[in-house]
């Protein structure tokens, strides 16, 4: 059974950080392309972020850029997003996903091989 794990959601105070993880679980996404999208109450589901399966190229939308950054682990099964600098409207449910193949548009990716459960992030201001 092919999982993917998000942890690291929380309650934290506007300014502060968190740091997400994913890990993937019943087959190798090393040459996968991952993304984290979100999801606040009553607004659709948004990508943030994604990154190749190398490491080598990454995107950001324009609210988080210079704040989050994501990253992939040594063995590229594991994917983070560190959180800086957060701020109320950041508050959603954040999940993990995984794509065969790099997207031209993550704006409209919203069909990636593999969605995670989610975990929330508070902001309180």
């Known amino acids: 059974q092919v999982q993917l794990v998000e942890s690291g959601g929380g309650l934290v105070q506007a300014g502060g950080s968190l740091r997400l993880s994913c890990a993937a679980f019943?087959?190798?996404?090393?040459?996968?392309?991952m993304a984290w999208f979100r999801q606040a109450p009553g607004k659709e589901r948004e990508c943030v972020a994604a990154?190749?399966?190398?490491?080598?190229?990454?995107w950001y939308t324009d609210s988080v850029k210079g704040r989050f950054a994501i990253s992939r682990g040594n063995a590229r099964n594991t994917v983070y997003l560190q959180m800086n600098s957060l701020k109320p409207e950041d508050t959603a449910v954040y999940y993990c996903?995984?794509?065969?193949?790099?997207?031209?548009?993550?704006?409209?990716?919203?069909?990636?091989?593999?969605w995670g459960q989610g975990t929330q992030v508070t902001v309180s201001s």
């Open positions: 996903a995984a794509y065969a193949t790099w997207r031209d548009n993550w704006y409209r990716a919203l069909d990636p091989d593999y």
């Open positions: 990154i190749t399966w190398s490491g080598a190229r990454s």
């Open positions: 019943g087959r190798t996404f090393i040459n996968y392309a």
